[in-house]
């Protein structure tokens, strides 16, 4: 999962398997919960969101879980393409009158192998 | 409909120089944000404005200043560059209260030297 120092964590799959990317967050009080996607030289880019009330939530090929439990969030990428290769970043938004702040993981190398 | 659109792309600066990053949004959103991403880590927030008018601090604010200009337009000024403010530099929108998804947009590569 995130929350390693300067090296990120890597994850290389083969086209057509499904990828999982995992992230640990520190703060409790958060109610919600992002992911993003990161292409080389761009910004990042929104894949799917999940609320504090919800343990699951999918969207095209891809599905986040939540466990607020032991305070961890999945990204599950179904029939991962080269084109997902990226880095993937999870975010937690911490409620009450945070503005829409978001606190950002370290983020994950996904490499997908033709 | 640009979305977030941010100038210049690339600058490099000398140590001591100024420059102002400027970061604009056709959609109408309330909030404006400026974070800063370094190799190996995660974005973290500089500066940020709820909405028209208001500007606060984020987790690195050393450094910089801000104007919300008007409701598009959020700018990040460096009065002093350093060599540690060597980054990249994204700004992103949001449409409102009850809504976090932010939008990125493009980046500014700084290199201080």
């Known amino acids: 999962g995130e929350n390693v120092g300067l090296h990120l964590p890597t994850l290389s799959v083969q086209e057509g398997d499904n990828s999982i990317i995992n992230c640990a967050y520190s703060n409790s009080a958060s109610d919600y919960f992002i992911w993003y996607k990161q292409e080389s030289g761009k910004g990042p880019q929104f894949i799917i969101d999940?609320?504090?009330?919800?343990d699951k939530r999918q969207g095209q090929r891809v599905t986040v879980l939540l466990n607020k439990t032991v305070k961890h969030l999945s990204l599950q990428i179904a029939a991962t393409q080269p084109g997902d290769s990226a880095v993937y970043f999870c975010a937690e938004n911490a409620g009450g009158t945070s503005y829409g702040k978001l606190t950002f993981g370290q983020g994950t190398i996904l490499t997908v192998h033709p | 409909n640009a979305g977030v659109t941010q100038t210049p792309k690339f600058q490099v600066l000398k140590t001591g120089q100024s420059m102002t990053l400027q970061c604009a949004q056709d959609m109408n959103h309330n909030s404006m944000y400026w974070y800063r991403q370094d190799p190996g880590m995660g974005l973290r927030l500089i500066y940020y404005?709820?909405?028209?008018?208001?500007?606060d601090k984020g987790e690195v604010p050393n450094g910089y200043n801000v104007s919300r200009l008007n409701k598009r337009e959020f700018s990040l000024r460096l009065e002093s560059a350093a060599p540690s403010q060597t980054s990249v530099y994204f700004c992103?929108?949001?449409?409102?209260?009850?809504?976090?998804?932010?939008?990125f947009g493009p980046g500014t590569r700084l290199t201080v030297t």
């Open positions: 992103a929108s949001r449409i409102s209260a009850g809504l976090y998804e932010q939008y």
């Open positions: 999940i609320r504090s009330n919800m």
């Open positions: 404005s709820a909405s028209e008018g208001t500007t």
